[in-house]
């Protein structure tokens, strides 16, 4: 599966059509180029917003422009495993509300509680200097760095069994190699590293999330599904964010 592929459905860039989950293979092995450009988005537009705007403001239209790249695809996996994983019902009937389209009050507790860490750390990232003090290079960094440590854990957690067999989930763990495990990973530490001390926090966070997200997953439905892995990459950039801001 090209990379165009993997941009197409992971993002809103106008490359194409997005592919249909029956020729999903190989598709989730690009997820951390995708999220070397959707980070790169969202610290081109925090620099240029800092010329002209407070911090708070350009916090907001970071995370405006992050949901937007993304077409907020992960966020209904921020909701539905709010819903599903918080509420106390058997497995099956919690499969049956992540899979529901409404939205609950833990769904949209979660959604309030990511999109506003993600708003801000963002504009704590940006000096209230303007853009002498937010370079655009040490911005390019840590924004990628969370995009793509957290798309790259979704390739770890395709590891965990499915929970809901036949599924997206099923679906996207199609043609994905070691190699494709173990080049995500190596990216993810580069992009860790190149941020020094805050970068190594940020990893340490990422790991906390990733593993609590996966175990509470396993435990209360008995795997991953869509929605887990959407969650996971929501959760671990908000906290990584969080961490360096």
């Known amino acids: 599966m090209s990379l165009r592929a993997a941009i197409a459905f992971f993002t809103r860039l106008p490359v194409g059509a997005p592919p249909a989950h029956a020729s999903f293979h190989g598709i989730v092995g ?16 925090l620099w240029c917003a800092a010329h002209f705007l407070p911090p708070a403001v350009c916090g907001l239209l970071g995370c405006l422009v992050w949901v937007g790249l993304t077409g907020g695809l992960h966020l209904d996996g921020v909701a539905d495993c709010a819903d599903g994983l918080l509420v106390e019902a058997p497995p099956a009937r919690r499969l049956e509300i992540m899979k529901d389209s409404r939205l609950g ?9 990511v999109l506003g860490g ?3 750390a963002l504009g704590a990232l940006v000096s209230p200097a303007g853009a002498s003090g937010a370079e655009l290079l040490p911005l390019l960094a840590l924004c990628g760095m969370a995009a793509v440590t957290a798309r790259s854990a979704v390739l770890l957690a395709l590891l965990l069994p499915c929970a809901r067999p036949g599924g997206l989930g099923s679906a996207m763990n ?4 070691t190699r494709n495990r173990l080049w995500a990973v190596l990216l993810a530490l580069v992009f860790c590293l190149a941020n020094g001390t805050r970068g190594l926090l940020a990893l340490v966070v990422a790991l906390l999330v990733v593993a609590f997200l996966l175990r509470a997953a396993r435990r209360r439905i008995g795997g991953v599904t869509g929605d887990v892995f959407g969650c ?12 360096v801001c």
């Open 30 to 45: 690009w997820l951390p180029v995708v999220g070397i450009l959707v980070g790169a988005g969202v610290a081109v537009v």
């Open 105 to 113: 009050t833990f769904g949209a507790l979660g959604l309030f509680f």
């Open 118 to 120: 993600k708003t801000l």
């Open 174 to 177: 199609t043609g994905i190699t």
């Open 232 to 243: 996971v990459v929501e959760v671990t950039e908000c906290g990584m964010l969080l961490a």
